[in-house]
């Protein structure tokens, strides 16, 4: 065995603070995707309902298609809190895996993650797949909002 293969590749601990420095970057960043989503879609469902309750209450004819909006915001944070859900429950299950682990060999193996999965950054995650359907249903509930009340003006 010669001395180059005790020793740890050239900067390989530098690499290391550089993968942890970047990922909890990432991971924070998401986070606070995430609770913008959340923020954003409680406000347009709020903002959606208020112009067709004034609409209703004022007795203008409203388009029936202007309530997809407030549905889409609806669909939206319904997808965040069922992301929401399964991660508790999956964290749960992992942390239960841990505790009645004694050893390394008794910890199962879907309980040992890639730092992605860890961090809930692949497109499968059940928490990203929530946030890409929130998107979604963010965007389409803005352009037929934003469609209803041009549609509004337009016909007063």
């Given at each position: 065995m010669n001395e180059d293969d005790e020793h740890e590749p050239l900067g390989a601990q530098a690499v290391q603070d550089m993968q942890r420095a970047e990922l909890?970057?990432?991971?924070?960043?998401?986070?606070d995707i995430v609770n913008r989503l959340w923020?954003?879609?409680g406000a347009g469902l709020i903002a959606s309902l208020?112009?067709?309750?004034?609409?209703?209450?004022?007795?203008?004819?409203?388009?029936?298609?202007?309530?997809?909006?407030?549905?889409?915001?609806m669909l939206a944070i319904l997808a965040l809190g069922l992301g929401g859900l399964v991660r508790l429950v999956t964290l749960a299950r992992r942390v239960k895996d841990l505790q009645s682990a004694r050893d390394i060999?008794?910890?199962p193996i879907r309980t040992i993650l890639h730092p992605l999965d860890r961090a809930e950054l692949t497109w499968w995650s059940p928490?990203?797949?929530?946030?890409?359907?929130?998107?979604?249903?963010?965007m389409l509930g803005t352009v037929i909002g934003v469609l209803?009340?041009?549609v509004a003006v337009v016909r007063t």
């Open positions: 909890e970057e990432a991971r924070r960043d998401y986070n923020a954003g879609n208020t112009l067709v309750v004034q609409a209703i209450n004022k007795s203008h004819a409203t388009p029936s298609w202007g309530m997809f909006s407030p549905a889409a915001f060999l008794e910890v928490r990203s797949l929530s946030a890409l359907v929130a998107t979604g249903m963010f209803a009340i041009f």
